[in-house]
Structures are given as C-alpha cells and as structure tokens.
C-alpha cells in the first residue's frame, strides 16, 4: 500500500518562497513517477510538476522558472520548491504517485495515489 503525507504548506505574501515535502512509503520498487498538484476552489485539479521514472521533470508552463521537483531517495520524499510565488498560485497542493507504462505524467486522471494535501496561500 503506496502512502504519501505532504507537508510544508502555509501563507506567504508574493515573491516569497515554500518548499512543499510529500514522504512516500509502501514502495515496492522505484518504476513509479511521481507529481505535484493542486486545485484551487472552483478549479479542476491541474498538474504542475512531474518527476518521471527516468529522473526527468516537467512543469506546466506557468509555474516553469519558479518552481523544481525533485526528490531524495534515501528520505524517500519528494520535494516542491516553488519560488517567487504569485497570488495565482494559491490552491490545495497534492503529491501522487502511480506505476504504469507511463514514463512521467501531468494528468491527474493517471494517478492513483495520492496524499492528503496541504494548503498554500499567496497574498498580495
């Protein structure tokens, strides 16, 4: 059983910087990508970072340049650095994690675990 407990969340005003943590456990091996989330009231759930089965990342266009998944294995934990904040960006943020053919995906549909979120609000 794959769980995923984010934490990191919290309020900042614009320009300032979170690093969002999402510790995973119940691996059974390491072909699963990884991705952060988040939605926002009223908002489908949008991808934002993706760390591919291959190490490679991918970020969807408005948050390219301010934000950097990444993750460290010996912590098992993936991380959300996400700089330079915008009001814009304030939503619930989820990490997940699915195994497939897939080698990375931004498509919340594909993922099939998730964590519980944590929430970031950006002020202006």
């Known amino acids: 059983q794959v769980q995923l407990v984010e934490s990191g969340g919290g309020s900042v005003q614009a320009g300032g910087s979170l690093r969002l943590s999402c510790v995973v456990s119940?691996?059974?091996?390491?072909?699963?990508?990884m991705g952060w989330f988040r939605q926002a009231p009223g908002k489908e759930r949008e991808g934002v970072a993706a760390l591919g089965r291959d190490n490679t990342t991918w970020y969807v266009d408005s948050v390219k340049g301010r934000f950097t998944i990444s993750k460290d294995n010996a912590k098992n934990t993936l991380y959300l650095q996400m700089n330079a904040l915008k009001p814009e960006d304030t939503a619930m943020y989820y990490c997940?994690?699915?195994?497939?053919?897939?080698?990375?995906?931004?498509?919340?549909?594909?993922?099939?675990?998730w964590g519980q979120g944590t929430q970031v609000t950006v002020s202006s």
């Open positions: 119940g691996y059974t091996d390491n072909k699963y990508y």
């Open positions: 997940a994690a699915q195994r497939d053919y897939l080698l990375w995906s931004l498509e919340a549909w594909r993922y099939k675990h």
